[in-house]
């Protein structure tokens, strides 16, 4: 992760400090993150780390600087244009809007209990936890917790939009570079820019997402502006919004970035093009406008032609988080052992392998059963070769690197069973709980997380409660981008082209070509059912990369998918066989979730555009709340 760590901090004000004491820069820097008008507060706890960032800033400096400071008792007094003017003072601050700003990876985006424990994943059809973890998003699956009070995805960082049109206008007023700058010289400042453009489009693409239109600020506002107590504007007039900021974006910041987690022009290309195609799609474009897929593909398409990011082959299926310099990686959050963890593996391992919690996303049946046979047909299409008595054998490669099935050992080398027990606490039986599923620590599926999971940590085990894990979390890879273009142009009519990239997407994932050399894609597909088609292939490309519960939104198809149980597999292992991971050794029935028939999942028509924070209702009299809240 690209953060604000004190080493970097400390390194980046040492080189900065030239002309000025570094506690004087400190001190104005300072003045940004803990100024802000009145109203337009934010309800993001991160969002309020201002005060402390400015005590970290300034305590650093006065511990690290090796020379005498300067008292400076009035900082208004010291000219602005020494820190301003001074690009690497400048990325400090920026380094705090990553901090703040940057996705939520590993925990989701939604009230959770323990550090990076759920992904939004569990509020879809993709997983359920184990039944040890089930309280903290039952609420929201079975729709209690939306309501004004609790609805989850309650951001408004209207404060960092604040701080980073003050950086922009500090920066467009202040540092001034002379006529003859050197290339390198305009590219840093333009960097500066660039990247911070970057994250005040992703911010508010973040609340149109949730909310629909929200109000737009795109300057420092005081006490007195009128546009603070602004109404809503239009979707459609933040779209343009944020797509103006990415695309000023894409101009000014590098393809290669100087320091892995840096935003790049193609993270702002990638992120247009996620922002295009969920204007297209039926949640914001009702009424099917021709031209937002037009202007989806396009967007898609400038990333693609930027040339600068590859699938590679089906052994790096999933390894983007272990190879941080990864070809497809367009965007990631940089984790560096010792310095910044999270504790992802603890939070899914089984419970063989758990150091603390563990189990908190299992796979669903839906998730695996989308998954095709090897030769890449669905498993209902009778010519398939499914079996379901060996259920396992001769799928999808991306299936093996998603879940741990039942007797899977490719994952630390010793086998997971997942059937279950004969009888309470049966050694080497690791779904150890008689006759149900759900049990304490155990699977609440039938099956374990595999994607994501790190085998490294495995030698020494050294992970724990949020911490011991340092995969990165890859927010977009080149896979999304291409598969939005064939989104997009498959709803223009295009079907080749959307044929064109399921045949890259699946060969790289090790799916046979057969004779058609398609892939496994029944040819002839009309528009409608390659839509449905690009749909299931997004569920299993992308399963726990947080897409899944945002693509069935876009859709509006949640009210159909979410409504609906999700299912486990209950396995029993025949008598007087030991296990194995032969399917014949067991019988396999499809079950309801525990928790989808305790919790019965519920997604309303109103849960598409979330209520507005009634802070910020009380606060300003002009926010119209959104439609049915």
Not at 528 to 544: D, G, K, P, T, V
């Amino acid at each position: 992760m690209f953060s604000v760590s004190k080493k970097i901090l400390i390194r980046s004000f040492r080189e900065a400090a030239v002309f000025i004491t570094l506690r004087t820069k400190a001190l104005l820097l300072a003045q940004i993150f803990h100024s802000k008008p009145s109203s337009m507060t934010t309800t993001n706890k991160n969002d309020n780390k201002g005060l402390y960032i400015a005590m970290i800033i300034f305590t650093m400096v006065c511990i690290t600087s090796c020379t005498k400071v300067l008292d400076v008792k009035n900082v208004s007094e010291v000219n602005q244009e020494d820190i301003f003017g001074d690009p690497k003072a400048i990325q400090v601050a920026i380094n705090y809007i990553y901090s703040i700003a940057e996705p939520d990876n590993y925990g989701g985006s939604f009230p959770n209990t323990r550090e990076f424990r759920y992904m939004v994943g569990i509020i879809s059809d993709e997983a359920r936890p184990t039944l040890t973890y089930s309280t903290a998003t039952n609420g929201i699956n079975n729709g209690v917790s939306f309501t004004v009070d609790l609805a989850p995805f309650q951001l408004w960082p209207y404060n960092t939009i604040r701080q980073i049109n003050e950086l922009l206008e500090k920066i467009n007023t202040l540092y001034i570079l002379p006529d003859g700058s050197a290339q390198s010289t305009i590219d840093e400042r333009n960097g500066l820019t660039g990247q911070l453009k970057f994250w005040r489009a992703y911010r508010y693409w973040r609340m149109v997402q949730v909310f629909g239109g929200v109000p737009i600020v795109d300057k420092v506002l005081d006490e007195n502006s009128p546009e603070l107590y602004g109404a809503r504007n239009s979707q459609e007039e933040c779209f343009q919004f944020i797509k103006k900021d990415l695309e000023e974006a894409a101009t000014l910041l590098p393809v290669v970035a100087a320091q892995r987690g840096m935003i790049t022009k193609g993270a702002a290309l990638g992120l247009l093009s996620r922002v295009m195609i969920n204007r297209a799609s039926p949640l914001f474009n009702p009424s099917n406008n021709p031209q937002y897929w037009k202007d989806a593909s396009t967007s898609a398409k400038a990333l693609i032609d930027l040339n600068a990011y590859s699938l590679g082959t089906s052994s790096d299926f999933g390894q983007w988080y272990f190879n941080k310099d990864s070809k497809e990686t367009i965007w990631q959050v940089e984790f560096v052992l010792g310095k910044k963890e999270h504790g992802f593996d603890a939070a899914n391992h089984s419970w063989y392998q758990l150091q603390g919690d563990g189990v908190a996303n299992c796979p669903t049946e839906e998730l695996v059963e989308s998954f095709p046979m090897l030769n890449g047909k669905a498993i209902t299409d009778p010519t398939s070769g499914y079996d379901p008595n060996d259920p396992y054998v001769h799928r999808d490669p991306r299936l093996k690197a998603t879940a741990i099935t039942n007797g899977d050992s490719s994952f630390g080398g010793t086998p997971t069973y997942t059937y279950l027990s004969e009888g309470a606490n049966v050694p080497g039986n690791y779904m150890y709980n008689p006759n149900q599923l759900n049990g304490f620590y155990a699977t609440g599926t039938g099956y374990y997380l595999r994607k994501g999971m790190d085998a490294r940590l495995l030698v020494t085990k050294n992970y724990f409660y949020g911490r011991g894990s340092y995969s990165n979390w890859i927010e977009m890879r080149l896979a999304e981008v291409l598969m939005n273009y064939a989104e997009s142009e498959n709803e223009t009519g295009n079907t080749d082209a959307a044929y064109e990239i399921l045949k890259q997407i699946r060969q790289r994932a090790g799916i046979e070509a057969g004779s058609d050399g398609l892939y496994g894609v029944p040819a002839g597909l009309s528009v409608a059912q390659m839509r449905s088609f690009l749909q299931n292939e997004r569920f299993i490309e992308f399963a726990f990369e947080n897409k899944r519960y945002w693509d069935l939104r876009r859709w509006r198809l949640s009210e159909t998918v979410l409504s609906q149980p999700t299912h486990c597999i209950s396995i029993q292992k025949k008598a007087n066989t030991p296990p194995t991971a032969n399917g014949s050794d067991y019988t396999f029935t499809v079950v309801t979730s525990r928790h989808d028939i305790t919790y019965p999942p519920v997604f309303l028509e109103k849960f598409y555009f979330l209520p507005l924070p009634k802070a910020q209702l009380q606060l300003n009299p002009k926010l119209a709340q959104n439609p049915l809240w």
